[in-house]
């Protein structure tokens, strides 16, 4: 085990989405549509496994269809691939810069 450097500069915390963008209201009705939700549940549904994937407990393609289930919504591959950041927008909701780690789905 390597001890850890106590030599730290700066630590950035991106409280309420302020260096990462919020998706805008055009991408959260599209998904929402998808998954037959309200925006109130969208973002509820959101929060409710977000916690484990930012830890790194899951990976995207787990989070969503985590999400799916969550609404009784199945997803195929290729949708499943276009939530992860594949060809859409849809990933950058889940997988932007500011998340360490955190890239298309594997």
Known sequence: MHP????LRAIILDYGMVLCRQPSLGEIDRIAQIFGVDHATFWQLYEKHRGAYDKNDIEGKEYWVRFASDTNT?????????????TSSYGAILNNPCSPG?????
């Open 102 to 106: 955190h890239g298309p789905c594997e």
């Open 74 to 86: 199945h997803l195929d591959d290729d949708s499943i691939e276009q939530f992860c950041g594949g």
């Open 4 to 7: 850890i450097s106590h030599h």
